[in-house]
Nanobody, 113 residues
Framework: QVRLVESGGDLVQPGGSLRLSCAAS????????MGWYRQAPGKQRELVAR???????DYADSVKGRFIISRDDAQNTVYLQMNSLKPEDTAVYYC???????WGQGTQVTVSS
């Protein structure tokens, strides 16, 4: 059974940083495009960042220059480094494997002073 388990969400002050992790099992992240999405209260889920096999990445305009998606194939894990966090980054963040359309359970990120 494929599992994607996110971790690293927390309460952080504006301007702070967090690193989210997505540990995968029964699926090899090296063989799938992987993404991070987020959903804020009352809003639709939106793409934050996507890591494409072959090394390319793309980002939502709202996070360009602040967030970095990366993967560790040996650890079968995908990361999202989030810097210069803003209150509008507050959301539940979800990991997504495009191969098979799998989702994690989400991890809460709250940016507040």
């Amino acid at each position: 059974q494929v599992r994607l388990v996110e971790s690293g969400g927390d309460l952080v002050q504006p301007g702070g940083s967090l690193r989210l992790s997505c540990a995968a099992s029964e699926i090899m992240v090296s063989l799938s495009d992987m993404g991070w999405y987020r959903q804020a209260p009352g809003k639709q889920r939106e793409l934050v960042a996507r890591s494409i096999r072959g090394g390319l990445s793309d980002y939502a305009d709202s996070v360009k220059g602040r967030f970095i998606i990366s993967r560790d194939d040996a650890q079968n894990t995908v990361y999202l480094q989030m810097n210069s966090l803003k209150p509008e980054d507050t959301a539940v963040y979800y990991c997504h494997a495009y191969s098979g359309e799998y989702w994690g359970q989400g991890t809460q990120v709250t940016v507040s002073s």
